[in-house]
T-cell receptor, first 113, second 112 residues
Framework: DTAVSQTPKYLVTQMGNDKSIKCEQN?????MYWYKQDSKKFLKIMFS???????INETVPNRFSPKSPDKAHLNLHINSLELGDSAVYFC????????????FGEGSRLTVL | GENVEQHPSTLSVQEGDSAVIKCTYS??????FPWYKQELGKRPQLIIDIRSNVGEKKDQRIAVTLNKTAKHFSLHITETQPEDSAVYFCAASGRGGNKLVFGAGTILRVKS
């Protein structure tokens, strides 16, 4: 049973399009995250939700909008995609918002042409 | 905010040798320091972590040391094996303890 699952795993799209990535965790964790890993492998936090409430919102363009319908799900919608959005997006979860182990999903590789 | 620097960016060692990766952090309020391993095309996975009330922690061939005064922590891998080849990330929890800030990563290559 996959603990943190993301879909789709690969996404290839044109500039200007809108796309969504979905994430689900079955670990019963309260906190979920979106991280972006660029071509240089740098991992940077984008958003965090604790029990459906947004607790971390880093300096991310407002074209990126997260949504957490319940504490087991965290989706990421991206409007007006740009070339620089190409990256691997990792969803993660942790037991609580006070840091402990992050459980990452497999990642969603987004390529914007 | 928290800033984590990691060195070296790449490290090549001979199988059986030791590998050491070092990180420094800026926020003295950080209290949690994990290390993640990411194999090619895979997700990052926790390999060891340490909290600020402990100076050293060991798990088989890996160990982490923390110097709170100097604000640096290190990962030590002994008797390296080819399967240790991966990207290793350090991280620090940052003020408030609810946000992990990662270092830039170290590509470790173990040559057999």
């Amino acid at each position: 049973d996959t603990a943190v699952s993301q879909t789709p795993k690969y996404l290839v799209t044109q500039m200007g399009n809108d796309k969504s990535i979905k994430c689900e965790q079955n670990l019963g964790h309260d906190t979920m995250y979106w991280y972006k890993q660029d071509s240089k492998k740098f991992l940077k936090i984008m958003f965090s939700y604790n029990n459906k409430e947004l607790i971390i919102n880093e300096t991310v363009p407002n074209r990126f909008s997260p949504k957490s319908p319940d504490k087991a799900h965290l989706n990421l919608h991206i409007n007006s995609l740009e070339l620089g959005d190409s990256a691997v997006y990792f969803c993660a979860s942790s037991f609580s918002q006070n840091t402990g182990e992050l459980f990452f999903g497999e990642g969603s590789r987004l390529t914007v042409l | 905010g928290e800033n984590v620097e990691q060195h070296p960016s790449t490290l090549s060692v001979q199988e059986g040798d030791s590998a050491v990766i070092k990180c420094t952090y800026s926020d003295s309020a950080s209290n949690y320091f994990p290390w993640y391993k990411q194999e090619l095309g895979k997700r990052p996975q926790l390999i060891i972590d340490i909290r600020s009330n402990v100076g050293e922690k060991k798990d088989q061939r890996i160990a982490v040391t923390l110097n709170k005064t100097a604000k640096h922590f290190s990962l030590h891998i002994t008797e390296t094996q080819p399967e240790d080849s991966a990207v290793y990330f350090c991280a620090a929890s940052g003020r408030g303890g609810n946000k992990l800030v990662f270092g830039a990563g170290t590509i470790l290559r173990v040559k057999s």
